[in-house]
């Protein structure tokens, strides 16, 4: 097939394809005008201010699925590109900021969710089609739903509902991603005194829950595989180094911090046995079993070297400790993209004969079988993301032939970026998937991580070089 996309230059497709980016990624925020019915579950969904949706184009897996939910993982990474928003626009960064406080409250009022109370009352499951009761959560799972185990829900309802399906849960990534979000915003600074509050105390909770179970099994990124997840420990270590140090300067009180931070090294030590040096990749996951996943090979990985640390040229609080291990600054995690690159140029028709200008488009791990199993928009910006991050270091680090180390790793970002320009439709809206064989988008429309995915690999391709 031919590729799809504009044909000017880079950098002005760039331009106009940023701004239609955070245009469209704002509509995934507060979708206050949408109602959302689910005739099945005998639901009518109407979102609160502050909740974030993975996408805002319902669907029923018809054939598109249904991702009118609030994802903690997804709202993290979305409300955290809207602070590389911020001084982007006419509106002096006040709608950025109004979207961050909306999100703040909406989030804190999640922790009064109780799934025992729709036990007591359950006139609800009246109201589900026949065909549909065979979804739904059990009376023991909902009871299970309260306290600070609501942390773990992996997503709600945008009316900030419980949500009453069967779903991959626990998963521990999302309080660990708001965490480091928070933190960030916190780093721009400006609030008023009750944000500021507001901010502390769900900072506060999302520390606490990740402290509590950092290192314990749960389900994947992709919500599929139950064990010990690469993507769920980096972040969470992120998150418990950064947190150390906001709790040292907010509380004066060390305990918590060297409690933080204590985890943190116990989580690093344990993402250095991920390294399969046969191999040559870091592992995504180890399952409880001791038996080697299929999905060991997975974009997860660097999608956590990208979210554990700070976006490039963002500012704000500091990404990685230092060390380059698992950073986007770590050799091994370039020699994991190459062996997914490798891999994904071979599997996907669409990377067969591509032009020289091209990078292969990725998708998340071998054997994916998730609607056409093909390239991920985020999967294939992930790669051209790292390639920008890194290239700062390769020419701060290497005295001589730097500037090559470093025009090597743009040119590489770019290879990747010029993949994603070829597959993005003349409109500039961004699915989920674009397929592995005719390139054209498919499953979830106007994906808000997308989106978000494309502003995080845009500021890191303006940061500043060496």
């Known amino acids: 097939m031919q590729p799809l996309g504009p044909t000017q230059p880079l950098d002005q497709w760039i331009e106009h394809q940023y701004h239609h980016a955070a245009a469209q990624m704002l509509l995934s925020i507060s979708p206050v005008g949408i109602v959302r019915t689910r005739a099945g579950f005998g639901q009518q969904v109407r979102p609160l201010r502050g909740a974030i949706v993975a996408s805002p184009v319902p669907g029923s897996y018809d054939p598109d699925p249904d991702y009118f939910f609030h994802w903690y993982r997804d709202s993290a990474v979305v409300i955290d590109a809207v602070r ?12 950025e900021r109004a979207h961050f406080a909306d999100f703040v409250h909406f989030s804190l009022a999640l922790a009064d969710l109780d799934g025992r109370r729709l036990v007591a009352s359950p006139g ?15 009376d023991a799972e ?23 399906s069967q779903w991959a849960r626990p998963q521990h990534d999302g309080p660990a991603l708001r965490a480091l979000a ?40 992709w919500e599929e595989e139950s ?42 030590t344990m993402l250095d046995g991920y390294w399969l040096a046969q191999e040559g990749y870091y592992r995504s996951r180890q399952l409880p079993s001791g038996e080697r996943s299929a999905k060991e090979l997975d974009i997860a990985v660097i999608l956590a070297a990208l979210h554990a640390g700070d976006p490039a040229g963002a500012g704000g609080a500091s990404g990685d400790s230092g060390d380059a291990a698992h950073s986007a600054n770590d050799p091994r995690m370039h020699a994991t993209l190459a062996r997914l690159a490798a891999f994904f140029d071979a599997a996907y028709p669409i990377n067969h004969e591509r032009s020289p200008t091209r990078a292969p488009a990725l998708g998340r791990y ?47 970002g770019d290879a990747f970026l010029e993949t994603v320009r070829a597959f993005t439709p ?13 390139g054209q988008p498919t499953s979830a429309r106007q994906l808000a991580w997308s989106y978000a995915a494309f502003i995080s690999c845009i500021s890191a391709r303006r940061a500043p070089r060496c």
């Open 142 to 164: 909902l009871a299970a739903a309260h306290g600070e185990a609501v942390a773990g829900e992996t997503r709600v309802n945008p009316d900030g509902t419980l949500d009453i």
């Open 84 to 95: 590389l928003l911020l001084g982007q626009s006419d509106t002096a960064d006040s709608v």
């Open 366 to 412: 071998p054997g994916d079988r998730y609607y056409s199993g093909g390239a991920y928009y985020f999967s294939t910006l992930a790669a051209a993301e790292l390639c920008y991050r890194a290239a700062p270091a390769a020419g701060a680090h290497a005295p001589d032939g730097a500037g090559d180390a470093a025009a090597a790793l743009r040119r590489r």
């Open 227 to 268: 064990g010990l997840h690469y993507y769920t420990l980096r972040v969470a270590a992120a998150a418990l180094e950064q947190g150390a140090a906001w709790l040292e300067r907010t509380d004066g009180e060390p305990s918590a911090a060297r409690q933080c931070r204590e985890q943190a090294r116990r989580l690093r």
């Open 182 to 221: 928070l933190l960030r915003w916190s780093a721009v600074g400006g609030f008023e005194q009750p944000l500021q509050a507001a901010v502390a105390k769900l900072l506060r909770a999302d520390l606490a829950y990740t402290l509590e179970h950092a290192g314990e099994p749960c389900f994947d990124i």
């Open 426 to 438: 003349q409109s500039g809206d961004l699915s989920e998937q674009f397929d592995q064989r005719t």
């Open 124 to 138: 609800w499951r009246e109201r589900v089609a026949p065909d549909f009761v065979r979804y739904l959560r059990t």
